[in-house]
């Protein structure tokens, strides 16, 4: 069995990645399955609670302010309509349900005590309930923690050396320590990256050793393809092929074996083969639902054949952890 390993080196990282396409999937194949059930894979919903407006300049958002985009402002959703997307979701078959809001960083304000009660919300269905928010205190993690928060994501992106190339409106340390902040809380931690963005294979491979060397490897690891928006400085940029997924993929599912390795962004451009082949290479994990955030993605019937097809089924909610407490009293509401 793959130990897990949290002293990696580049040239070993390097050495998975560039390995022979066909046996690199062959190796990630038996590591997932001595470490997951090769049948399951967990479905999750993403919701925009609130969408647009963001100050920051992440060269593929479509939510930044400054950028001329499709993507309409906004304000922050009202609880009830959270959790009746929640509930929604769920009669779905998702387990996972994933709130996003287009901020910098959280502020203890009004929104922030909204955000806490959609996470109480969700949490009493029984659902894992994650937030991406930005960045994030010691102290705001802990109260999403109260609040019965499952997991927190907060993706690296990209190699630090790229990643001045792509943002220059918050550091690599902002994020690794908003990583440290919800390890600390003792929420679970998701961080990927995307690729596509005009970076090396050396870049790839440096988030990936970033992500491999932390303390604890993130529970969740998203790969992302980029998906080009108009009006975005990435607009031109060209699609990723399946193989460039299926080497992030796989190195990912061998380096972090026991990590939920989420098949992201990018796959409405995927087709039954091209998904079943990254499952095959160690994904475990999709977002289901016509949008991720702003960006398009496969419709539910699509999902729902392409789980008939290939004989796999949703993993259930918290299977390898307990859901989280709620402390009701001590969240403001």
Known sequence: ??????????????????????????????????????????????????????????????????YHTSVKVHKLMEVDEVLTAAHRAKESGSTRFCMGAAWREVRDNRDFDKVLEMVQGVNRMGMEVCCTLGMLTETQAEKLKTAGLYAYNHNLDTSEEYYGDIISTRTYDDRLDTLGNVRQAGISVCSGGIIGMGESHQDRIGMLLTLANLPEHPESVPVNALVPVEGTPLEDQPRVSVWEMLRMIATARIIMPKAMVRLSAGR????????????????????????????????????????????????????????????????PL
């Not at 038996?30 to 919903?45: A, S």
Request: hydrophobic share 35%; aromatic share 6%; net charge negative.
């Open 1 to 66: 069995m793959t130990d897990v390993r949290t002293d990696w080196t580049r040239d070993e990282i390097a050495d998975i990645y560039n390995s022979p396409v066909l046996d690199l999937i062959y190796r990630a194949a038996t590591v997932h399955r001595q470490h997951h059930d090769p049948q399951e894979v967990q479905v999750c919903t993403l919701l925009s609670v609130k969408t647009g407006g963001c100050p920051e300049d992440c060269a593929y958002c479509p939510q930044a302010a400054r």
């Open 268 to 331: 409405v451009r995927m087709n039954t083969e091209e998904q079943a082949l990254c499952f095959l290479a160690g994904a475990n994990s999709i977002f289901a639902g016509d949008k991720l955030l702003t960006t398009p993605n496969p419709e539910e019937d699509q999902d729902r054949q392409l789980f008939q097809t290939l004989n796999i089924r949703p993993r259930k909610a918290f299977k390898d952890a307990e859901k989280p407490a709620v402390v009701f009293e001590q969240i």
